[in-house]
């Protein structure tokens, strides 16, 4: 069974820093790509990111990049956001989610974690 | 970036009743287009993908057609379960960009 288990979420000041991770289990972490999703309160969903199985391609959000990196480390199973230069408008849950296609951002996202919340304020 | 629109935003129907959600891209995504299932409180939850293809698991009361910049969700026969909000996500083109949503009520 896919779990996907976000952690690292809490309460930032404008300006800050935070480091999601994302713990992967039930399949063959680096046969597949990685996304991140976010959810501001009571708003939709808005795609963030997504880094191929290998690592070696990413990709952003107009409104992220420059100032958030994906990464991963197949070793550990493991996915990153580090958020810097953070906004009151970063306020979200944000979810990890798995694609369906290997090594492809191009594909649906099948399995989802149960999100983290990123509080940005003074 | 492509925008991907919804309608309605929100509808009201019957148990029952056949619903149809209508999501509309800026320009063609040939086929690549996901239906994705949210309740409160709750992660997303793939319905359909690739236009058309059911998720395994997910009932067969809900379809989709769709191509080029058209695309529909229909639930044959509206359950209680239903109760949700519906997204449609192209990953066609980055960004992969989602629509606004559809929230279902049960009447």
């Known amino acids: 069974e896919v779990q996907l288990v976000e952690s690292g979420g809490g309460l930032v000041q404008p300006g800050g820093s935070l480091r999601l991770s994302c713990a992967a289990s039930g399949f063959t972490f680096s046969n597949y790509a990685m996304t991140w999703v976010r959810q501001a309160p009571g708003k939709g969903l808005e795609w963030v990111s997504c880094i191929r199985g290998r690592g070696d391609d990413s990709y952003y959000a107009d409104s992220v990049r420059g100032r958030f990196t994906i990464s991963r480390d197949n070793s550990q199973n493991t996915l990153s956001l580090q958020m810097n230069s953070l906004r009151a408008e970063d306020t979200a849950v944000y979810y990890c989610?798995?694609?369906?296609?290997?090594?492809?951002?191009?594909?649906?996202?099948?399995?989802w974690g149960q999100g983290i919340l990123v509080i940005v304020s003074s | 970036d492509i925008q991907m629109t919804q309608s309605p935003s929100t509808l009201s129907a019957s148990v029952g009743d056949r619903v149809t959600i209508t999501c509309r891209a800026s320009q063609s995504i040939t086929r690549w287009l996901a239906w994705y299932q949210q309740k409160p409180g709750k992660a997303p939850n793939l319905l359909i993908y690739e236009t058309s293809s059911l998720e395994s698991g997910v009932p067969s009361r809900f379809s989709g057609s769709g191509s080029g910049t058209d695309f529909t969700l229909t639930i044959s026969a509206l359950q209680p379960d239903d109760s949700a909000t519906y997204y449609c996500q192209q990953y066609n083109t980055y960004s992969f960009t989602f629509g606004p949503g559809t929230k279902v009520d049960i009447k």
């Open positions: 989610a798995k694609t369906r296609g290997t090594n492809s951002c191009g594909s649906e996202l099948n399995s």
